[in-house]
């Protein structure tokens, strides 16, 4: 948590607030509502059902099943919204929010790699904010932006497929 804390971020705003998702019923009115939501998302851009039933099976377990799951939200409250007078440079505010939380979150990340932790960053709670602003009753002005789990990945995990260097540095 304090290499978590310790990430940089715009104007030094700290725009993050992260909830630790513990109890059975928190954790379980989280999942619900977000498979719905998804359920809701998926059926109106026509996807099979079976694709529906397997991609709700898949995330229920991981969220479930996860022996820590953190929301990471960006807490718009924390930005300075109010320094400037155009909409374009308000937007980019809340841009700076969400870059200043995927720092932390990538702190998080690289804090539980080195502590022999495996963990996964899930964007989904960007797709049913207000489901998630529901279910673990988070104030309005919070938004919702990732999940992580956290636990000891199973000897049968393989590690993932990264990019050759080359072929995302370049030299100008």
């Known amino acids: 948590m304090r290499a978590t804390c310790a990430a940089p971020s715009a104007h030094n705003s700290q725009p993050w607030r992260f909830y630790l998702v513990v109890s059975k019923s928190s954790r379980g009115r989280l999942v619900q509502k977000m498979l719905l939501a998804w359920t809701q998302a998926m059926k109106a851009d026509g996807r099979s059902a079976e694709l529906i039933r397997e991609t709700r099976e898949k995330f229920r377990k991981r969220f479930i099943t996860a022996p820590v799951l953190v929301l990471c939200c960006v ?47 899930y964007s989904a709670p960007l797709f049913c904010q207000n489901e998630v602003r529901e279910a673990l009753r988070i104030p309005s002005k919070l938004e919702p932006a990732a999940i992580l789990t956290m636990g000891f990945a199973k000897p049968s995990v393989k590690a993932k497929v990264r990019r050759d260097l080359r072929s995302v540095f370049f030299v100008v």
């Open 75 to 121: 807490d718009h409250r924390r930005l300075y919204y109010d320094r400037y007078l155009d909409h374009t440079r308000q937007g980019f505010e809340g841009l700076l929010g969400h870059h200043s939380l995927a720092a932390a979150i990538e702190n998080f990340l690289l804090a539980a790699h080195a502590l022999g932790l495996s963990a996964c960053w």
